[in-house]
């Protein structure tokens, strides 16, 4: 079956198969960015249908039902690799929707839709910076597993995801039986093994019919602009993030954020400020994540004043009922 008899419209598209495992992936994009905002909307939907599981909905409810919660954790779970992948100044809106065609019980359909959404992404028009992929892990009987089937499922130590590029592990997400460290630490390395050949398969798909990236209109900040503000406020930016109270630190930013909008203003005037309020805004933000940076990697501390390997003071109280 020719995929443009399915997805006329969309600018990316790659069904997944995995056994009998079928998910189909589309993703399109906007042309225009959407104005007013300081994110990336993107929006990631995995779709479970009954039909994949061969049911048909009958009975009062003919239609199928609002997404489970595993759906949900899922589209979270493809949303989070892909999206560093992205220009930092992109503001078009993305789609990425995966549908669930036919599930087979030892193959992870959820898997199949994060590696359907990546290589989806790679050979579409839309500016990313991929490719990556995932797999599960488990372990059994002493042995480290990648994918591990239905049966093997039931008797693992270890639920392991493991997400990434070529180069680096991205995402992680692991339950265990009390596994050493050791283990699992060579079960993220195996895992990261495996991503990186499904990388290289997407990157050959990408070379052979990847279509050309788009032009869309950057939303970088000025590089004048962000250096006149840190050169001025950097130091105070430094200082005040240290507040080890979270209540001050915010007085502390809300304050500087007001004193360099009157500085602004006294220098360029109300319209100036007016125009590039979203900009000053952001570039605010960027100087003070590069000073709370600056203070974990150097002084090895955090903005509340803990040390790397501390953790906050735990306690609870019980209300006596009787």
């Known amino acids: 079956m020719k995929m443009e008899k399915l997805q006329n419209l969309v600018t990316g598209s790659v069904m997944v198969r995995y056994g009998e495992t079928v998910v189909m992936v589309n993703v399109t994009a906007s042309k225009d960015s959407k104005e007013g905002i300081d994110f990336f909307p993107l929006s990631v939907d995995y779709e479970e249908k009954l039909y994949s599981v061969g049911k048909i909905p009958g009975g009062y409810t003919k239609r199928e039902g609002k997404p489970a919660d595993k759906a949900i954790l899922t589209s979270r779970a493809i949303d989070r690799p892909i999206r560093p992948l992205f220009p930092k100044d992109f503001r078009n809106d993305v789609c990425v929707i995966a549908t669930v065609l036919s599930v087979e019980p030892d193959n992870s359909p ?25 797999v599960n892990v488990g372990y059994v009987d002493g042995k480290i597993v990648i994918n591990p089937t239905l049966e093997e499922r039931q008797k693992t130590d270890l639920v392991l995801t493991v997400a990434g590029t070529i180069d680096k592990v991205t995402m992680i997400e692991a339950g265990a039986n009390e596994i050493p460290d050791d283990i699992m630490l060579e079960a993220i390395k195996e895992g990261h093994k495996e ?128």
């Open 110 to 134: 959820e898997v199949a839709a994060m590696i359907g959404a990546s290589a989806s992404l790679a050979i579409s028009d839309i500016p990313f910076g991929g490719p990556t992929a995932a």
């Open 195 to 322: 991503i990186i050949k499904i990388c290289e398969f997407i990157s050959n798909i990408q070379k052979e019919i990847g279509k050309p990236k788009f032009e869309y209109k950057s939303f970088e900040v000025s590089k004048d602009l962000y250096e006149e503000i840190e050169n001025a406020y950097k130091d105070r930016m430094y200082t005040d993030v240290q507040a080890q109270d979270k209540e001050i630190r915010d007085e502390n930013i809300d304050k500087l954020t007001e004193d360099i909008t009157v500085y602004l203003t006294e220098k360029y005037g109300e319209e100036f400020v007016e125009e590039r309020n979203q900009e000053i805004s952001e570039i605010i933000y960027k100087l003070e994540k590069k000073c709370v940076r600056k203070m974990i990697y150097e002084e090895h501390k955090r903005p509340d004043g803990r040390k790397i390997d501390e953790i906050r003071p735990l306690s609870c109280e019980v209300r006596n009922l009787t």
